[in-house]
């Protein structure tokens, strides 16, 4: 299905719109969405394109999510206005040609290639190239090794000792000549500017139907978007509120160590979806009168998957069924986090393999572009009469 496009929403008229391309995605997770809500910025009208299965297996090593689920993530962040199913991996200027885009943009990382060549180079010879910055502090490789290791250094409210630790020690599969310059991962450090810029601003207004969900939303994925479309539909003008339980909530009833996503980036991959008007941060488990009362919540709804009761045994969704306005929905899609972590471990020694493979390329790139640099800082010396401070 090469170069099938989808439109979300209406279609608009493009004239005299500056068009974005944006492209790539292996995985759907905040950092991208942040880099698609940038991309955005820079005009007004983004498409973007996601790879194939077979295209990220040759250039990276096995996906996470399928290219299917890919195509409707990517569709549910709020900032793309249109999907190219199938994009080439390889970006040049006859894509940007074909889909009337006026450049491209990209994360401030390098993109290779499976033989080690930069996938935008032709588009940067050109002119049509723009940068963003990356999400510090996530990337698959991180995500992907919190899945396989079974850590919680990357809960939030951790006050042992032992975890007061400012580099996340779950990267895995790095070798030993460290981790790559652009996708080793720090540390996420979340600000109120972060979730203004994510968030949609938007009050309830007079008319809307409010409608309460809540739960762990980890490693947000294609079953969430799903469950929150079905949720949406529920109304004709639905407000959807999603209240984010914190991680040691998440932990008493999912326990080994999830939530795999800490609660700062459960918030930013749940406001990113476009079917998502507000978040509770850090909602309370039993979804009580003070809440209900508060929020003036019309509807609370909840998926076909499993009721952990409360810490004292009570049903969390006692006060909403009482008043009747408690719905189950079925979103058709029984995907969870757990079926997504056991992708990863059935496949661990292929990822495992992928990470160390595309560090190691991402390595030796980034010491050629340093070798390059001096080099060109040598010859330039060589024609002042001065050495220029580095």
């Known amino acids: 299905m090469a170069g099938n496009h989808v439109t979300v929403g209406q279609e608009e008229d493009r004239a005299g719109c500056r068009v974005v391309w944006g492209d790539g995605y292996d995985m759907v997770h905040y950092g991208h969405s942040n880099q698609l809500r940038q991309a955005k910025a820079m005009g007004d009208y983004l498409i973007v394109g996601v790879h194939t299965d077979e295209e990220i297996s040759k250039h990276k090593g096995p996906p996470v999510f399928t290219q299917a689920e890919r195509y409707k993530m990517v569709q549910a962040i709020k900032w793309v206005d249109e999907i190219v199913e199938g994009a080439p991996y390889v970006t040049t ?43 510090q502090g996530v990337s698959t490789t991180d995500l992907v090794g919190r899945m396989l290791l079974m850590t919680k250094t990357h809960h ?5 000792s032992t975890h007061r630790e400012h580099t996340h020690t779950d990267n895995f599969g790095k070798g030993p000549k460290g981790h790559s310059p652009w996708t080793g991962v720090s540390q996420f450090l979340q600000t109120s500017q972060k979730i203004i810029q994510f968030a949609s601003g938007q009050e309830a207004q007079p008319g809307d139907t409010i409608i309460y969900v809540a739960g762990a939303f980890d490693l947000f994925h294609i079953g969430h978007v799903d469950f929150l479309e079905t949720v949406y539909k529920q109304a004709e003008r639905p407000y959807v509120i999603v209240g984010l339980h914190f991680d040691q909530e998440v932990n008493r009833y999912k326990g080994k160590n999830y939530p795999i996503m800490n609660i700062h980036e459960r918030t930013l991959s749940v406001l990113a979806c476009r079917y998502v008007s507000e978040v509770v941060i850090g909602a309370p488990y039993a979804v009580g009168k003070d809440l209900l009362d508060h929020f003036k919540v019309d509807l609370v709804c909840h998926g076909k998957t499993e009721v952990f009761p409360d810490r004292d045994t009570a049903d969390p969704y006692a006060e909403p069924k009482k008043r009747g306005i408690f719905r189950t929905v079925d979103s058709g899609n029984g995907l969870t986090t757990d079926d997504i972590v056991q992708r990863i471990i059935k496949n661990r020694l292929q990822f495992e393999a ?3 493979k595309k560090e190691a390329k991402e390595i030796a790139v980034f010491e050629a572009m340093k070798r390059q640099a001096e080099g060109e800082r040598i010859k330039l010396n060589d024609l002042l009469d001065f050495p220029i401070p580095f």
Do not use: P
Not at 93 to 108: E, I, M, P, R, W
Not at 120 to 129: P, S
Not at 156 to 160: C, G, P
């Open 156 to 160: 939030s409210n951790i006050v042992s």
């Open 93 to 135: 200027l006859d894509t940007l040609d074909k889909y009337n885009s006026d450049f491209c943009v990209h994360g401030d990382d390098i993109t290779l290639t499976v033989d080690g060549k930069d996938t935008y180079a032709e588009v940067k010879r050109e002119g049509r190239y723009r940068e963003c910055r990356r999400t």
């Open 354 to 356: 992928r990470n160390q």
